[in-house]
């Protein structure tokens, strides 16, 4: 896990680039250039009332200017009051936190899947940048569009909507099988539905897969237990079958937890 650091970013730029969905660039003085695909920050709010910070996945970092992009969706009291920021405003942040995806999983003549589905597509803009080997990656989305431009820059895109308004109809497996694709790794983000689906998939194929578990999250570093998951193992610090998706995740190889 990379150190973490406590800063005030100021707000570069953001724009709604969807319903409900924001994409905020932050100037940063550490954390873009610690930060790994599939980490997060915590946010927090400058309303004395909301004491938890809010978790937000990193879509985008540049190391060599500093700068960090999230995209987000307005899904509450916090993350609407972010979406009112304006340039030159500041924003308190703690970061880079939890562990991303294991890059040296692709060895050489490696093929990958990056699936994101709905807000879980963010994370695979910065993994499909840094992630080496030939990359297929696949989004499924209710109906809206957003952040393809970003990912057809570093790998075959293909789409999947519940509406059949593009790509396939159906869902991010039924676009796989449509399209005759293949992988021998597995990399996503998304709601628990798909990753479920997803675990049981690689299993039946034999594919090695690694998943970003979405969890409303509080202290961030592992110490409240308020974001748990199943696992197989016995957790070192809570002696239960339990693993802290902001500690020992957010992203866990899918045999590692249950669903």
């Known amino acids: 896990m990379s150190e973490k650091y406590q800063e005030t970013a100021?707000?570069?730029?953001?724009?709604?680039?969807?319903?409900?969905?924001?994409?905020?660039?932050?100037?940063?003085?550490?954390?873009?250039?610690?930060?790994?695909?599939?980490?997060?920050?915590?946010?927090?709010?400058?309303?004395?009332?909301?004491?938890?910070?809010?978790?937000?996945?990193?879509?985008?970092?540049?190391p060599e200017t500093g700068l960090l992009r999230l995209v987000y969706r307005v899904?509450?009291?916090?993350?609407?009051?972010?979406?009112?920021?304006?340039?030159?405003?500041?924003?308190?942040?703690?970061?880079?936190?939890?562990?991303?995806?294991?890059?040296?999983?692709?060895?050489?003549?490696?093929?990958?899947?990056?699936?994101?589905?709905?807000?879980?597509?963010?994370?695979?803009?910065?993994?499909?940048?840094?992630?080496?080997?030939?990359?297929?990656?696949?989004?499924?989305?209710?109906?809206?569009?957003?952040l393809t431009e970003e990912l057809e820059k570093n790998g075959s895109v293909y789409l999947a909507t519940e509406n059949g308004s593009a790509g396939t109809r159906g869902n991010v497996l039924d676009c796989i099988r449509e399209n005759g694709l293949d992988a021998d790794v597995i990399y996503a983000c998304g709601p628990t539905p798909m990753l479920r689906a997803l675990k049981g998939y690689a299993q039946q194929t034999g594919i090695e897969c690694w998943l970003s578990l979405e969890e409303r999250m509080a202290c961030g570093i592992g110490a409240c237990l308020a974001c748990v998951c199943r696992s197989r193992e016995v957790d070192d610090h809570s002696r239960v079958h339990n693993k802290r998706i902001c500690k020992e995740g957010p992203v866990f190889s899918a045999e590692e937890i249950e669903l």
């Open 10 to 62: 100021e707000i570069v730029k953001q724009e709604k680039i969807g319903t409900g969905i924001f994409s905020l660039w932050l100037q940063t003085e550490k954390i873009a250039a610690a930060a790994k695909p599939g980490q997060f920050l915590s946010v927090y709010s400058k309303d004395q009332s909301r004491l938890l910070p809010r978790p937000i996945s990193i879509c985008e970092a540049e």
């Open 75 to 146: 899904a509450g009291k916090g993350t609407e009051e972010f979406s009112g920021c304006r340039a030159g405003e500041t924003l308190d942040i703690l970061g880079p936190l939890g562990n991303g995806f294991p890059l040296e999983r692709m060895s050489e003549g490696k093929k990958a899947f990056l699936i994101g589905g709905g807000i879980g597509i963010p994370p695979m803009v910065q993994l499909a940048k840094q992630l080496p080997g030939e990359k297929q990656i696949v989004l499924g989305f209710r109906d809206e569009l957003f």
